[in-house]
């Protein structure tokens, strides 16, 4: 391939977007190979059409304008990126945007040194993005890719020169991931995400030397002595799919001496897309387990454990969640229409959480639906603060799963957002209780995030299977609750569960707020109201109904 002397002057940044729409070209070409690739996290066959709907959206907001500066295209490439990602594979690779816009900065000319820089940038974001990044997937070639990209600058900056080797080293990098993750190994694949930025990167260098077509399909880069026919991972994926993938199981691990290479490897042997991750006499596992007593009980042998939490991921189907992403949510119709001085949005989902939202509120506050297992997106976010009634927006994510896009709001509008660390519904209304008209910005901002670490939240749900945790078998139907993501109680009836939670935790507690689900009854409502009172008679109870789906009691412990 020829190496001409290609910089892209700020006045003529149109091959920067040609080389966009070439990715796009390129990921289209290649989407159903990417989609049978993906195994990881969970095969749900989707990081192609999430990475192709992402560049979609950036290309759509492309400008028209030829004479466009290079570095004005490149932010408004990144935001693009971000509020269009779809999928963690559309996050990650929204990583990549926004290192490229920081990477030319005032730049006038993109060269092979700005294009080593935005992807080391887009490998240090992509892991501090993640709580616990996993080698073998696309984080790691970026990484690698960054690494010969910083050696290739170094010794010729021109930008083809740089691409060029870029574009191998992805190649290999992707080939190398079997190794690095054992179900990618076991599922005889490589890193889907990854294969999608090596096919991102063909396309860009084909653009940029002028070779067509832009978008060409790319052999699979397989391990050695291994092939990759397409037909045998689509079957293995449709079979994923059928599977009854049981429980997310997550929970820490205290020890002194901790070895986290044999406890990886222990969960591999046990359960399905292993995560582990540790540092000086802590470990975290994440693991998909049928029976995640399994997981705790292999746990347990290395150590303490704490902060478990488990998740039935067959009511989290990856169908449901891309039919969410696509319809999307947008703010209740109650919401406040005359300006106010300070408007609150928060996350909620369930409709008497969403009235006592709006009550709490001060007549403020609007609504945004979402929660477990349908998590808004940064662009339904950023609509919803757009649509509050004033230029002052406290944020409410009320769930740690919408912390993350909730924090990259603020940087993507004009107003003055605040976002409060609400790690759940119940520590987000008891925030809005703080709420003052009287107050400013940063001083109910102060208010609503120093009462967060006096809030204790827990959960009553009922296992959809049997299984066994901490030596006691629960029978589909039976209950469990959980506190500050503990397990703390196991019983056949939610009151029952919900009362021993309490006992377990009402120390030193002044008040406590139940929040009943929408499989409760104004009967049982009522029933668990007497018991509770005539239970705990030294500490005040309220039970309001929520409405919220999954959950029989969501609780606030003050």
């Known amino acids: 391939m020829s190496r001409s002397n290609t910089n892209i002057p700020s006045g003529t940044s149109s091959r920067l977007t040609d080389m966009i729409?070439?990715?796009t070209k390129a990921i289209e070409a290649n989407r159903d190979t990417i989609n049978a690739l993906n195994v990881f996290p969970v095969p749900d066959g989707d990081t192609g059409t999430n990475m192709l709907l992402t560049l979609r959206s950036v290309v759509d907001d492309l400008p028209t304008n030829s004479t466009e500066s290079a570095n004005?295209?490149?932010?408004t490439i990144a935001r693009s990126a971000l509020l269009g990602a779809r999928g963690n594979s559309g996050l990650i690779l929204a990583q990549y945007f926004k290192g490229l816009a920081e990477a030319i900065g005032d730049a006038t000319e993109l060269t092979g040194e700005h294009f080593a820089r935005s992807i080391r940038l887009a490998s240090d974001n992509a892991y501090k993005a993640l709580p616990n990044p996993v080698e073998g997937t696309m984080l790691t070639v970026y990484r690698e890719c960054a690494e010969v990209a910083e050696q290739s600058a170094n010794a010729d900056n021109d930008l083809v020169s740089v691409m060029s080797d870029v574009a191998t080293e992805a190649i290999e990098s992707v080939r190398r991931t079997p190794s690095l993750l054992p179900v990618l190994k076991e599922a005889e694949v490589v890193d889907s995400g990854g294969f999608g930025f090596a096919v991102m990167l063909d396309g860009a260098l084909r653009a940029l030397t002028g070779e067509?077509?832009?978008g060409r399909?790319?052999?699979?880069?397989?391990p050695t002595g291994t092939n990759f026919s397409g037909m045998v991972k689509t079957?293995?994926?449709d079979a994923s799919e059928e599977t009854d993938w049981g429980y997310c199981t997550v929970f820490a691990i205290h020890a002194e001496n901790i070895d986290i290479d044999k406890l990886r490897n222990h969960m591999d042997q046990i359960g399905r897309s292993p995560v582990v991750d540790g540092t000086n006499g802590l470990a975290k596992v994440h693991v998909h387990m049928e029976d995640p007593g399994k997981a705790l009980s292999a746990g347990i042998k290395y150590g303490e454990l704490s902060n478990i939490e488990i998740a039935n991921m067959d009511d989290q189907t990856s169908d449901w969640a891309a039919d969410r992403r696509e319809s999307g949510h947008s703010p209740q119709d109650n919401q406040p229409q005359e300006q106010v001085e300070i408007a609150v949005v928060a996350v909620a989902v369930g409709q008497g959480l969403s009235d006592l939202i709006i009550s709490a509120g001060l007549g403020a506050t609007s609504v945004l639906e979402g929660g477990d297992t349908m998590n808004p997106s940064v662009s339904e976010l950023l609509k919803a603060v757009e649509s509050a009634p004033s230029n002052n927006v406290i944020l409410l994510p009320n769930n740690k799963n919408v912390l993350p896009a909730a924090l990259e709001v603020p940087a993507l509008t004009k107003k003055e957002v605040r976002v409060i660390p609400t790690r759940s519904v119940q520590t987000g209304v008891a925030a809005l209780l703080?709420?003052?008209?009287?107050?400013?910005?940063d001083e109910n901002t102060e208010a609503m995030t120093d009462i967060l670490g006096d809030v204790g939240d827990g959960r009553v749900c009922q296992?959809?299977?049997?299984?066994t945790i901490h030596g006691h078998k629960i029978v589909k139907g039976m209950s469990f609750a959980t506190f500050d993501d503990d397990i703390v109680a196991v019983g056949r009836e939610p009151l029952f569960v919900l009362s021993k939670m309490i006992e377990a935790k009402i120390e030193g507690a002044d008040i406590i707020t139940v929040y009943t689900g929408e499989s409760v009854t104004p009967e049982q409502a009522e029933s668990t109201t007497e018991t509770l009172e005539s239970k705990f008679d030294n500490v005040e109870f309220e039970v309001v109904y929520g409405g919220q789906p999954h959950y029989d009691y969501l609780v606030a412990v003050e």
Do not use: G, H, Y
């Open 72 to 75: 004005n295209v490149a932010k």
């Open 212 to 214: 067509n077509p832009a």
């Open 21 to 23: 729409r070439a990715t």
């Open 217 to 222: 399909t790319i052999p699979v880069p397989m």
């Open 463 to 467: 296992a959809t299977r049997d299984v």
């Open 434 to 441: 703080e709420f003052s008209t009287q107050l400013n910005l």
């Open 235 to 237: 079957d293995f994926v």
